[in-house]
């Protein structure tokens, strides 16, 4: 069997009220546990309408239709009224996934960290977290183990901030494998788990139609040579492509594909995960600057 680490990011209240529940039902009809990383402060992701204006991001937001994808409420959030608190209004929701669930922080305000968090400083980056995790916590009832920050928005100053968290594992970059960051003073942090492949969004469009998603994305899975880590949004496959993403599940049955939460694919002794470091870096279909795992061999 292929073990593959599923990833459910929540980054909005829509995302949050429909397509949790939606998602909670169908992982539990075909026997599927993942990790699910919530946003549990006010929902202000309509704020990011005004990067239309760069080019890729409104190529982007027209391959992937995004209007009829995600809905005006989740593009209006924040402007056209102020954004509800996502934690407080979908308590139970949240409880109900961490009862079955791994689960994690993905951010206090995603857009705000998305925008702003390249500048800022640790002990903001860290108060920030604080904020989130407090929130969580009281939330669930138990202690918030995982992190995944907004839109992979982290590099070195994110993997320091994170420390005094001692956090089970982050999940904050886009790589290859597991791999143990440098911190400061050169020992090792918190081990990383990145994610290896694609998101629907972007891909569709660009490299593939929808039809044609789950057989490309299966295809990926099979052929990772590192340790496959798929992440799918809450507003996304829990809403306007469930059924979609109910297809994926059956046909990665099929071809021999387990998925897990994250945190299962952490070995027993973390010393064995090989050193690296978590740098700003691109990917394809995705705009702005992303947390990248840098190769093990360059680290010196």
Same mark, same amino acid.
């Given at each position: 069997m292929r073990k593959v680490g599923l990833r459910i990011d929540?980054?909005?209240?829509?995302?949050?009220?429909?397509?949790?529940?939606?998602?909670?039902?169908?992982?539990?009809?075909?026997?599927?546990?993942?990790?699910?990383?919530?946003?549990?402060?006010?929902?202000?992701?309509?704020?990011?309408?005004?990067?239309?204006?760069?080019?890729?991001?409104?190529?982007?937001?027209?391959?992937?239709?995004?209007?009829?994808? /995600?809905?005006?409420?989740?593009? &209006?959030?924040? =402007?056209?009224? +102020?954004?509800?608190? %996502?934690?407080?209004?979908?308590?139970? *929701?949240?409880?109900?996934?961490?009862?079955y669930?791994?689960?994690?922080?993905?951010?206090?305000?995603?857009y705000t960290w998305q925008t702003f968090s390249g500048n800022w400083n640790i002990p903001l980056l860290a108060d920030d977290i604080l904020r989130g995790v407090g929130e969580l916590e009281a939330i669930i009832e138990q202690p918030v183990r995982c992190s995944a920050v907004a839109g992979w928005r982290a590099d070195r100053r994110v993997v320091n901030a994170k420390e005094a968290f001692n956090f089970r594992y982050n999940s904050d970059c886009r790589g290859r494998s597991l791999f143990r960051p440098l911190i400061n003073g050169?020992?090792?942090?918190?081990?990383?788990?990145?994610?290896?492949?694609?998101?629907?969004?972007?891909?569709?469009?660009?490299?593939?139609?929808?039809?044609?998603?789950?057989? /490309?994305?299966?295809?990926?899975? &099979?052929?990772? =040579?590192?340790? +496959?880590?798929?992440? %799918?949004?809450?507003?996304?496959?829990? *809403?306007?492509?469930?059924?979609?993403?109910?297809d994926l599940l059956i046909r990665a049955a099929d071809s021999g594909i387990t998925f897990c939460p994250l945190g299962d694919l952490l070995p027993d002794n973390l010393d064995t995960l090989p050193p690296g470091q978590l740098v700003r870096g691109n990917v394809q279909g995705r705009e702005g600057w992303l947390g990248c795992q840098q190769p093990v061999e360059a680290v010196g």
């Open positions: 929540v980054d909005t209240l829509r995302g949050t009220r429909e397509g949790v529940p939606r998602l909670l039902a169908t992982l539990n009809r075909y026997n599927v546990r993942a990790t699910f990383f919530f946003s549990v402060g006010p929902d202000n992701m309509g704020r990011h309408l005004w990067r239309l204006v760069k080019p890729q991001f409104l190529w982007k937001m027209l391959r992937s239709r995004a209007a009829s994808l /995600y809905g005006w409420d989740i593009l &209006l959030a924040g =402007t056209a009224w +102020p954004g509800r608190k %996502i934690g407080p209004t979908c308590a139970n *929701i949240i409880r109900e996934a961490a009862q669930h791994e689960t994690g922080l993905h951010a206090w305000d995603h050169g020992k090792l942090g918190t081990p990383q788990i990145p994610v290896t492949l694609p998101t629907w969004d972007e891909v569709i469009g660009r490299e593939v139609q929808a039809v044609d998603f789950n057989a /490309y994305i299966l295809s990926h899975m &099979l052929m990772d =040579t590192g340790t +496959p880590v798929y992440t %799918i949004h809450a507003e996304v496959e829990g *809403i306007a492509w469930h059924s979609n993403f109910e």
